[in-house]
Nanobody
Framework: QVTLVESGGGSVQAGGSLRLSCAASGYTSNVRYMGWFRQNPGGEAEGVAAIYTSSGATYYAAFVVGRFTVSYDNAANTMYLQMDSLKPEDTARYHC?????????????????WGQGTQVTVSS
């Protein structure tokens, strides 16, 4: 079992920055990759970024390329999402997920564990 706890959300003005954290605890040695998701205005979860915990390979949704950076600290078992140049359309609740297995990082069904989420609000 793996427990995920997000933190770092808040309210910022457009153009500002936030850094989200996702701390993993429990049997983390079997986690293959972790990802960040958010709910779009239609209520669907959309993949934002993901990282393989061993290799450090990263993946990004097109709408965050050049603005967001995902990283993983092995010693702290914590994934981060540095969000710069934030836009009002980035407003959402952000969740982190972790998986033991595989599958496309953009699909929620690929993940075995989820955190409770942290709210990000960007005002214009």
């Amino acid at each position: 079992q793996v427990t995920l706890v997000e933190s770092g959300g808040g309210s910022v003005q457009a153009g500002g920055s936030l850094r989200l954290s996702c701390a993993a605890s429990g049997y983390t040695s079997n986690v293959r990759y972790m990802g960040w998701f958010r709910q779009n205005p239609g209520g669907e979860a959309e993949g934002v970024a993901a990282i393989y915990t061993s290799s450090g390979a990263t993946y990004y949704a097109a709408f965050v390329v050049g603005r967001f950076t995902v990283s993983y600290d092995n010693a702290a078992n914590t994934m981060y999402l540095q969000m710069d140049s934030l836009k009002p359309e980035d407003t959402a609740r952000y969740h982190c997920g972790a998986t033991r297995g595989g599958g496309p990082w953009t699909e929620t069904r690929s993940y075995n564990y989820w955190g409770q989420g942290t709210q990000v609000t960007v005002s214009s």
